[in-house]
C-alpha cells in the first residue's frame, strides 16, 4: 500500500528528529530526506512499488525546496517510476529555471526529453518546445539551443526544409558548440553557397578577433566538413588555447572529440599531436571515447594492450573506467557485443536514469534481438539515439547496417530515419535494400518453389536440431535462457520477417509446473538475419529475463517448466509468409529449480558465510535468508515450511549484526513492508535507525512505519515537539 499524503508529510517531520538529530522540519532535513530516496532507488533491490514510494516522498519533501536543488533528482526519479505523475512539477520547474536561469542546465535538457515522451501529437510537442525556446534563449541558451534543435527535427519530419533550417541556425547561434546542430546544419546545407559565404564571413571575423572561441569552433567544423583536416585540426588547437585562457577550465568533450576525430582523418603521424590533447585533458575523468583512438595512433600500443589497461583500472575501481566505458569498449572498438551487453547491463542498474548508459544498453539490448526489454524498460525513442551512436563510431569499426537499418524501420520521417536511409541506399552498401532485394529474388526464385512445396504446412514441419540451456543467478535475481539452432537440411534457408527484407526466428516461450499454469506467459524475441541460415550452420540465440511476470511465476514456483517452441518465417514463390513451426523433439525444454532443497548441509554453509571475511559470500548468504524468511512466511504454498522460523530470524539478525553497509542495504530493502518479529524490530530501533548511513535510516524508517515500538517513539516525540501534524497522524485511524 502507498503512504498517503499525510503520511508523507509527517515523515518528512519526524524523520529529521530522529535520523538528521533536526528538533524541526529544516530546508536541509527535507531535503535530506528527498535526497535519501534517490540513494536507495539506486540501490539494488527495490521494486517498482517501493520506488514509487519513494517517489510520492520525495514529491511531497521537494514542494519545501529550492526547485533548482530539487529538480535533478526528480528527474531522476521520473524516468524510474511508473505510477506517480511527474509532469505537473517538472514542466512547472523546467519553465521556472528557464525564466530565472539553473545551475544544471544538463538537468532541464532532460526534463525536456520527459515532457515530450509525455506528449503525442506533433502540435503538442512543438508549442512545448516553441514555449521553451521562447523562455530560454536569454537565460539559458544551452537548453533552448538544444528545443531549437528538436523543432528542427520535426519540422524535416513533414519536410520544411528551410523552417528546419532556420531552427538550426538559431540552435548554433544560441549554443555554438551544440555539435549535433553544427553537424546536421553543415551536411542540411554542404552544397548550398549560402553556407560557403558564413564560411567566409567567420574566417572574417576571426581576422579581426581571433580570440572568439566559438566563431574559432565553427569554422573548425567548416574546414572539417570540407575536407581541409590540417585546417581544421589547426584551428581546434586554438580553438582549445582560447577556451582554456578564458574560461580556466578542462576542454570539454564537445571540442576535444571532434578534434581528436578531425587528427583521425587527417592521416598519418599524429602520435604526437594525440598525446598533446590527451594531456590537456581533466585528469579526474575518463573518456572511452579519446582514449580508444590510441590504438589508431601508436602503433606500438596494440588493441590486447589497451583492453589490459582499462580492464585493470576497471577492476580497481580507481573512478576512471566505469562499466559504462567497458561497454562501450567491447561494442565499438574490440567488437565482442557479448561482453558489452554484460557490461551494460551492470551500468543500467547501477545508475538507469543516465542517458549515456540508457543509450549503449538499448544499443546491446537490440543488437541481441530484445526487443521488448527495450519497449518495457527503455523509451523507444532511443532506437534513433542508438543508430544514432552506431552511425558516429564508423571511425573505430565498421559501420553497422543493422542498427542503422532498424533506425530507418523504426521513425523513417525522423532525422536519423532519413539520414539512415540515405546510407542504406548506398549502392556498395551490401544491406542497402536494393542489393537485398537482389539477393532475396534470386534466392526466393531457387528455394521458393521448394518451400512451397515441401513446407506448405504444420506437419511438413522443417526439421532443425534444437537445444536450450538455462542458467539461473540467484544472486543477481536473473534467468538466462539459451537457444542454438541448428539448419540440419542439405539447403540452405533464407529467413525473411515481413517488415523489411531481413529475417526472424520467434521464440516463444511458455510456462508450467508447481503453479499448474499453462502458457501463464508468453515471451517472444526476434532474432534478424541477413543472410541464409547455410547447411549444418548453427544459430545461438539467448536473452535475459530479470523482470517481468515470467520471473515472478519461476520465484513463487520453487520447480517450474520452461517450454521454448521457436518458429520461422520463411517467404514462398509468390511471395506470401506463413508461420512454419520447427521441430522441438529433441530436447526443447528444460526444469528450473528456484532454491535447492533445504537440507542440513545447506543451511549451515549459509550460516556460516555470515560471518566470513568475503563480502559477496556475506550478501549472498544474507539475501538467501531474507529470500526464505518472506517465501516461508509470506507465501503458503511454498514447500519448505519445514525450516523453523525461529532459524531464519536468527540467521537475519546474524546478518545485521555484521553492521556492513552492503548487507544491511540488501536484507532492509527485502523486508521493506513486510511484517517482521518484535526481536528484529528492536534491532532495528536501537542500531539501524540511527546509522550513519542515510539510506539504511531511510529504509528501516519503512520497516517500522507499521510498528507499535516505533509509533511510542513518535509518541514521544510528538510532546517533545507539540508537532499538530503528528499528533493528528497518531489519532487518525
Same mark, same amino acid.
Given at each position: ?30 531535503y535530506d530526506i528527498y535526497k535519501l530516496t534517490t540513494e536507495i532507488v539506486a540501490s539494488d533491490g527495490l521494486d517498482d512499488a517501493a520506488i514509487s514510494r519513494c517517489g510520492s516522498l ?86 533552448? $539551443? =538544444? ?9 524535416? /519530419?513533414? #519536410?520544411? !526544409?528551410?523552417?528546419?533550417?532556420? %531552427? *538550426? ?122 582514449? $580508444? =583512438? ?9 588493441? /590486447?594492450? #589497451?583492453? !589490459?589497461?582499462?580492464?585493470?583500472? %576497471? *577492476? ?418
Amino acid at each position: 500500500m502507498l503512504i498517503n499524503r499525510k503520511m508523507i508529510y509527517t515523515l518528512s517531520v519526524v524523520l529529521p528528529i530522529f535520523c538528521f538529530s533536526a528538533p524541526t522540519l529544516t530546508a536541509s532535513g527535507s531535503y535530506d530526506i528527498y535526497k535519501l530516496t534517490t540513494e536507495i532507488v539506486a540501490s539494488d533491490g527495490l521494486d517498482d512499488a517501493a520506488i514509487s514510494r519513494c517517489g510520492s516522498l520525495a514529491l511531497a519533501a521537494a514542494q519545501y525546496e529550492n526547485a533548482d536543488d530539487v529538480l535533478p533528482l526528480i528527474v531522476d526519479l521520473a524516468e524510474l517510476d511508473v505510477h506517480n505523475n511527474y509532469q505537473e512539477y517538472i514542466r512547472k520547474n523546467l519553465l521556472l529555471g528557464l525564466k530565472n536561469g539553473s545551475k544544471y542546465p544538463a538537468v532541464l535538457q532532460r526534463s525536456v526529453d520527459f515532457i515530450l515522451q509525455q506528449l503525442n501529437t506533433r502540435e503538442e510537442k512543438t508549442v512545448f518546445l516553441e514555449e521553451v525556446f521562447e523562455q530560454g534563449q536569454n537565460s539559458c541558451q544551452e537548453v533552448a $539551443s =538544444y528545443a531549437a534543435l528538436r523543432l528542427s527535427s520535426l519540422c524535416r /519530419e513533414v #519536410f520544411l !526544409k528551410d523552417q528546419a533550417n532556420e %531552427y *538550426l541556425n538559431k540552435a548554433v547561434k544560441l549554443n555554438p558548440l551544440n555539435v549535433q546542430a553544427n553537424e546536421e546544419l553543415i551536411a542540411e546545407n554542404s552544397q548550398d553557397q549560402s553556407l560557403k559565404d558564413k564560411a567566409k564571413l567567420l574566417k572574417l571575423k576571426l581576422e579581426l578577433n581571433p580570440y572568439d572561441f566559438k566563431n574559432a569552433f565553427l569554422y573548425a567544423m567548416f574546414l572539417r566538413q570540407y575536407g581541409k583536416y590540417d585546417d581544421a585540426v589547426q584551428m581546434f588547437g586554438w580553438t582549445a588555447d582560447v577556451f582554456e585562457h578564458f574560461t580556466d577550465e578542462y576542454l570539454s568533450a564537445d571540442i576535444y572529440i571532434p578534434w581528436i576525430e578531425t587528427l583521425n582523418a587527417a592521416g598519418g603521424d599524429r602520435l604526437a599531436q594525440y598525446n598533446l590533447i590527451m594531456e590537456r585533458l581533466d585528469p579526474r575523468t575518463f573518456d572511452i571515447r579519446a582514449e $580508444s =583512438y590510441r590504438v589508431r595512433f601508436d602503433p606500438e600500443f596494440s588493441l /590486447e594492450d #589497451f583492453e !589490459k589497461e582499462i580492464t585493470a583500472k %576497471y *577492476l580497481i575501481n580507481d573512478g576512471k573506467v566505469t562499466a559504462t566505458d567497458m561497454a562501450w569498449f567491447y561494442a565499438f572498438v574490440k567488437a565482442e557485443p557479448e561482453k558489452s551487453f554484460d557490461y551494460s547491463k551492470k551500468a543500467y542498474i547501477q545508475m538507469p536514469a543516465k542517458q549515456h548508459v540508457r543509450d549503449i544498453y538499448t544499443y546491446n539490448l537490440m543488437k541481441r534481438g530484445d526487443y521488448d526489454r527495450v519497449n518495457i524498460f527503455l523509451n523507444p525513442q532511443n532506437n534513433n539515439q542508438a543508430a544514432r551512436l552506431a552511425m558516429g563510431q564508423s571511425h573505430v569499426n565498421k559501420i553497422d547496417y543493422e542498427m542503422i537499418r532498424l533506425a530507418a524501420d523504426s521513425n523513417p520521417l525522423s532525422y536519423e530515419g532519413l539520414e539512415a536511409i540515405s546510407i542504406l541506399s548506398e549502392t556498395e552498401n551490401p544491406y542497402s535494400p536494393q542489393a537485398l532485394d537482389k539477393n532475396f529474388q534470386s534466392l526466393a526464385g531457387k528455394y521458393g518453389p521448394l518451400i512451397t512445396e515441401n513446407f506448405a504446412g504444420p506437419s511438413e514441419a522443417i526439421d532443425m536440431q534444437i537445444s536450450t540451456e538455462g542458467v539461473y543467478d540467484t544472486l543477481n535475481d536473473s534467468l538466462t535462457i539459451k537457444v542454438s539452432v541448428e539448419n540440419i537440411l542439405d539447403k540452405p534457408l533464407y529467413i525473411r520477417n515481413d517488415s523489411c527484407f531481413t529475417g526472424g526466428i520467434i521464440l516463444s516461450c511458455s510456462i508450467s509446473g508447481d503453479l499448474e499454469i499453462e502458457d501463464a506467459f508468453i515471451l517472444n524475441t526476434i532474432r534478424q538475419l541477413s543472410k541464409p541460415l547455410m547447411p549444418g550452420e548453427k544459430l545461438d540465440i539467448s536473452f535475459d529475463i530479470g523482470h517481468g511476470n515470467l520471473f515472478e511465476i519461476i520465484k513463487r514456483a520453487p520447480q517450474a517448466r520452461l517450454i521454448i517452441t521457436p518458429k520461422i518465417t520463411l517467404l514462398s514463390d509468390i511471395g506470401e509468409s506463413q508461420l512454419i513451426p520447427l521441430k522441438t523433439s529433441r530436447g526443447s525444454s528444460f526444469t528450473l529449480q528456484r532454491i535447492p532443497d533445504l537440507n542440513t548441509q545447506i543451511l549451515s554453509n549459509n550460516y556460516k558465510a555470515l560471518s566470513s571475511n568475503d563480502l559477496p559470500r556475506q550478501i549472498t548468504a544474507a539475501s538467501f535468508f531474507a529470500d526464505l524468511y518472506i517465501e516461508t512466511v509470506f507465501n503458503p504454498a511454498y514447500k519448505h515450511t519445514a525450516v523453523p522460523k525461529e532459524l531464519i530470524v536468527k540467521s537475519i539478525e546474524k546478518a545485521l549484526e555484521q553492521n556492513v553497509k552492503e548487507i544491511d542495504i540488501r536484507v532492509l530493502s527485502k523486508l521493506a513492508n513486510r511484517e517482521i518479529p518484535e526481536s528484529l524490530e528492536t534491532m532495528i530501533i536501537r542500531s539501524k535507525l540511527s546509522s550513519s548511513a542515510p539510506e539504511i535510516r531511510l529504509l528501516s524508517a519503512y520497516i517500522l512505519k507499521t510498528s507499535n515500538k516505533y509509533k511510542q517513539l513518535l509518541s514521544q516525540a510528538a510532546q517533545i515537539e507539540q508537532d499538530p501534524l503528528v499528533k493528528s497522524m497518531l489519532t487518525s485511524p
